[in-house]
């Protein structure tokens, strides 16, 4: 401790002195401060990169869920509309509903097709459906009008599809496979751009559904 020798004796701190513990403990503080930015500057961009990937991986999974669930629901419709004239329309129109109007923004196109027994897709049995910008999914008509809400390049038609369960011919099995975008949000690398959703379900037609 610093003192000097008072006027009437005694003794008195010397200006602009400290005592060592108040020395010390403010010498701590500024080091503690310093190390707290420091850890700061390390684990902030490392804290970002884990909320942002958080983020865009759960808003990709939100749409993969929407796709295949809306793939089930066409395949569904598929295998109980069968061999009828308008059974595309009828997929169509459910998926169109299924995904509303912020899913079908990114929708690229919907594939109908007659499965192999094996499950493989055959693009000669493929019928190819793609949303008009601005169309109305719930406008489909067989045959296809200028106002349907779809453009449908149709290679197998559905009359032509085997309903009847028979020893010579097993049934078919039916596909619905649904393409569509993904765009991340963030931009932040290494979301940049679109990703490809593409969903597939396939299913059995239903003979009990053709029984009158």
Known sequence: MNWLPGRRGGFRRRRGATEPGVAHEIRSETG????TLVVMALVFPILLLIIIGIT????????????????REGVRVAAFAGDSIDADCQILVAVGEFLGNAN????DRVEIYVAAQDGSQTLGQTNIARLKSGGDPTACN???EISDGWTRVTNMPATSRHVTA???APLDILGVRIISNHDWVTGFPPFRGQVNINET????????????
Do not use: C, H, W
């Not at 079908?104 to 929708?107: A, I, K, V």
């Open 201 to 212: 379900t396939i299913m059995r037609v239903e003979p009990e559904a053709f029984e009158q």
């Open 32 to 35: 503690q401060s310093g190390a």
């Open 104 to 107: 079908l923004e990114n929708l």
């Open 56 to 71: 865009e991986v759960g808003l990709y999974f939100k749409d993969y869920l929407t796709i295949t669930y809306a793939s």
């Open 166 to 168: 028979g020893p010579s």
């Open 142 to 144: 067989e045959p296809a």
